[in-house]
């Protein structure tokens, strides 16, 4: 039987020059099955080099195993296309980068399927944050700390070691320095919405109200329409002109700008991070929340300086926040960016994937914070993830369910949902 290995990398590690040495044969100690062996890397790392290669170079790869161009299609339907693409350029080992992260529920079964069925032929190697998601035909768990191996366990082994716990402080949520005028009961309210583009439908007679401090989860499969309902809520989707969408009150494109929509609205996404370059503090990060800039560009006064720096206690940073942004690890830098848009207790949050390429515990500290901010402010939160982060209990869950006609709406208790899709 072939030896299939797991490699959980730390906040301290560099990953990626890790996945570059095996692809070099530069651990044959360690995995000498791979000597002479050809490999490929499942990740979204190769995925985005390929759609540049194909934006630039016109190099098509992707687009036509898709019938479509790849841009088009959401993330998780991206990586099934890479998948196909990866295995017909028959490799002898796969290295596999967390591969379940951007999936849905569905395909991460047919995934997984996939997968055991390739065991016997080719070997894996692959890098895990969950481990939920470790593949059941592993049989070597490997820990890098500080770009060093550790030892190497049987599945079994890391099976039994307790996951550690993770603590969000005490501190009460500061109030905000900031005042919203005439902000209704009623935040976001959709009345039979439907989308279409071109002859694809996508959403279907989408009914949906968010008021004052509700939780809610939104969840769909890959291309259900999820990223659409966001930008029209969120983002310039013209979609939502004409339609009836109501956001604070007011009927979108109504006069509104999507500034006016946007200062109301905190907004998170993994993806944010990449934005904030500059060499600002932790501080100044938090701060520039109260501006809406990227990056602090004027000096604040004492009350937001104290405000910030009393989320900086919220989130167990102060002695930090001195520190670049760019130097704390990935979960600190998520919980800055969240702080960051909490600053104003806006009256909606919008968390996208929040968790995604998180470990456990640090998965755990940011569904605290989440939790937190959810019971002692009257921000409505809606959170979206593909998966049921454990000890965060949302409201409300809105499912968008495929149909020929576009994805249609099913609102539910948290619960109930919960109990019907445990491994969400």
């Not at 080719?122 to 049989?139: G, H, M, P, Y």
């Not at 603590?167 to 919203?180: G, L, R």
């Not at 039979?192 to 939104?218: A, C, M, P, T």
């Not at 969240?338 to 940011?366: F, Q, W, Y």
């Amino acid at each position: 039987m072939s030896n299939h290995y797991a490699i959980q990398i730390t906040d301290h590690s560099d990953k990626d020059a890790c996945i570059r040495a095996i692809l070099k044969g530069a651990y044959a100690d360690l995995f000498p099955e791979l000597t002479d062996k050809r490999g490929v890397l499942f990740s979204t790392i190769t995925l985005q080099n390929l759609i540049q290669e194909e934006y630039q170079h016109e190099h098509i790869t992707l687009s036509a195993i898709a019938g479509k161009d790849i841009r088009t299609k959401s993330s998780g339907e991206q990586l099934k296309v890479l998948f196909t693409y990866l295995l017909s350029l028959n490799p002898d080992f796969m290295i596999l980068d967390n591969p379940f992260d951007c999936l849905d529920i569905a395909s991460v079964k047919t995934m997984k399927e996939k997968l055991l069925s390739l065991s016997a032929s080719r070997q894996f190697i692959q890098f895990f944050n969950r481990k939920a998601d470790i593949l059941s035909v592993i049989t070597h768990v490997i820990e890098v700390e500080d770009n060093r191996f550790s030892t190497i366990q049987s599945l079994a082994e890391y099976h039994a070691k307790q996951t550690e716990t993770a603590t969000i402080n005490v501190y009460q949520i500061p109030a905000s320095p900031h005042a919203y005028d005439a902000i209704p009961e009623v935040l976001i309210k959709m009345k039979d919405v439907n989308v279409s583009y071109y002859e694809k439908k996508v959403l279907h007679n989408i009914n949906w109200k968010i008021q004052r401090g509700e939780f809610w989860q939104l969840v769909g499969p890959n291309g259900s329409g999820k990223t659409t309902l966001l930008s029209m809520i969120y983002g310039n989707n013209t979609k939502a002109y004409g339609q009836n969408i109501y956001l604070f009150g007011r009927k979108k494109g109504s006069g509104e700008s999507v500034w006016d929509i946007k200062e109301k609205i905190g907004y998170f996404s993994p993806a944010l991070t990449d934005f904030f370059s500059r060499r600002n503090t932790v501080l100044q990060m938090v701060v520039s929340g109260l501006y809406d800039t990227v990056g602090l560009y004027q000096k604040p006064s004492y009350l937001e300086k104290k405000t910030a720096e009393e989320w900086l206690q919220v989130i167990g940073l102060s002695d930090e926040k001195d520190v670049s942004f760019q130097q704390i690890s990935l979960v600190k830098q998520r919980m800055v960016l969240i702080a960051r848009a909490m600053i104003k207790h806006p009256p909606v949050l919008i968390l996208d994937e929040p968790s995604t390429g998180l470990n456990d515990k640090n998965a755990a500290l940011l569904s605290r914070l989440i939790n937190k901010i959810a019971k002692e402010t009257n921000t409505a939160i809606l959170y979206v993830s593909h998966r049921k982060e454990p000890g965060l209990s949302p409201d409300h869950v809105l499912e968008l369910q495929m149909t020929e006609d576009g994805s249609v709406g099913v609102t539910k208790f948290f619960d109930s949902f919960a109990s019907s899709n445990l491994n969400l």
